[in-house]
């Protein structure tokens, strides 16, 4: 057994990082400014959108796409129940109601074949969430919105270095939010970004980032500027830093390095993982993808193995190895199950997936000899909780 705990995640801060802050911190402009515009030109030429605007978290960043796509009281929005709360609960501040469709068991991805039985007249969007950084079926999902008139915005919190038929995650659809929370592929501390191929909606996402202000407080304050700005619609206080930006133009620099260290250990626990039966691991998918490997998640088969899940993070917690639950399904929260409720009846899927999946160690972070202590730690308990076991 490991001597010393071994963190679920860790983000990686280097010296780089450190002396853009510090040169920020100096420099007199902290906030949104030259910064935060240099990340959102990276990210475009990253990704290949035409427009990037960043906010303060991936749970504004789709508070207010969700508005750029007109979504309106009363409207219908069919989600994934596999996602964070963020997915849905900024559909409700906006009092949209969220449509939960299952997943599949394979993928752990939105099922189009159970997004295309939800939908209503009332149905307004679509909102996929590339789950662990596995692309959704893209042309499956764009050609059913298509056909229902529906808009599109790819959930990319999971999904920065995602790529479906050799397009980058954020090109896929009329919007999509990234999160670089510290867990994430990329970090900003906290932070998130919108693209957009739509003008129009780059436009908008600019105002109600800012307070639905006309003016950026660079554009006011800035030599050359004025300070005179008028409010043009309701907005909010989503805007990213330069200090967080700061951050995010290194991090963005060692994506490539970063996620090829978290494909090596994702492959590396496939291999191993792969032949036990007590296990189920996500499966890739036959079209042409790059999985980011934001996460690694394993999920027990009840019927074969004699512990849940909760007592299994438990147990791998006092082997010394830190776990996350990615996710409990929005229809089992208790605000959630209630706000919902009868949604729950055809969601089997996920309702099995949420009460036995758990997310392993996985990032660039991780060692040979880490990697080594997760499989054996996971090895461990799966011979000693087996089925298999007991009935030999
Ligand atoms: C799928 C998904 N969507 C949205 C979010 C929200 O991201 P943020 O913490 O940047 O608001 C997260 C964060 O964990 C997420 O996993």
Redesign the pocket.
Known sequence: MRSEFLPFSKPQIGQEEIDEVVDSLKSGWITTGPKVQKFESLFTGYTGSPHAVAVN??????HIAYLAAGIKPGDEVITSPM??I??VSMLVAIGAKPVLADIDLKTLNIDPAQIEKKITPKTKAIVP?H?AGLPCDMDAINAIAKKHNLVVIE?A??AIGTYYKGKSAGTLSDAA?F???P??NITTG???MITTPHPSWHDELMLTRFHGMSKSAWKRYAKGGTPVYSIERLGYKYNMMDIQAAIGIHQLKKLPEFNEKRTRLANAYHKHFTKFPEIRLQQTVTYDHVHSWHLYVIVLDPRKINIHRNDFVGEMGELNIGTGV??TAVHHHPYYADLLRGQETDLPVSSEVSENILSLPLHPGLDDQDAADVIDAVTSLIKKHSKKAVAV
């Open positions: 978290s991936a749970t504004s960043g789709l996602t964070f963020s997915t969430v789950f959930d919190a999971h939010v999160s670089f929370h867990i994430k906290e932070g998130g990615h996710f």
